[in-house]
């Protein structure tokens, strides 16, 4: 049974940081895709980035464009974790961010609907 648990979030100044980190079980990185999403309050739930291992220990990544070098998402197969680095925070980056996860499959990976398994959500807010 895949569980996905966030942990991390907060509350930080626009200009901040601040890393989620999202719990795998039950699933090996290498035959799934980890996503990052987000939903703001009034908004639906968008795409923020994904991680899959395209081979042994190389992994590729794609961010959405407004958070294109600022956020790294990344995976420690070790630990069965995947991490979002969040740099230079804006208020407009303040969303409830949820882990996903699916089978590989070959589509596309931004769109949540392509994903089975989900995290309960980690609040983060950025004050101007």
């Known amino acids: 049974q895949v569980q996905l648990v966030e942990s991390g979030g907060g509350l930080v100044q626009a200009g901040g940081s601040l890393r989620v980190s999202c719990a795998a079980s039950g699933l090996t990185f290498n035959s799934y895709v980890m996503g990052w999403f987000r939903q703001a309050p009034g908004k639906e739930r968008e795409f923020v980035a994904n991680?899959?291992?395209?081979?042994?220990?190389?992994?590729?990544?794609e961010y959405t464009d407004s958070v294109k070098g600022r956020f790294t998402i990344s995976g420690d197969n070790a630990k069965n974790t995947v991490y979002l680095q969040m740099n230079s925070l804006k208020p407009e980056d303040t969303a409830v961010y949820y882990c996903?996860?699916?089978?590989?499959?070959?589509?596309?990976?931004?769109?949540?609907?392509?994903?089975?398994?989900w995290g309960q959500g980690t609040q983060v807010t950025v004050s101007s």
């Open positions: 991680i899959r291992w395209v081979a042994t220990y190389v992994p590729y990544a």
């Open positions: 996903a996860a699916d089978r590989k499959t070959g589509g596309t990976y931004k769109d949540p609907l392509n994903y089975g398994y």
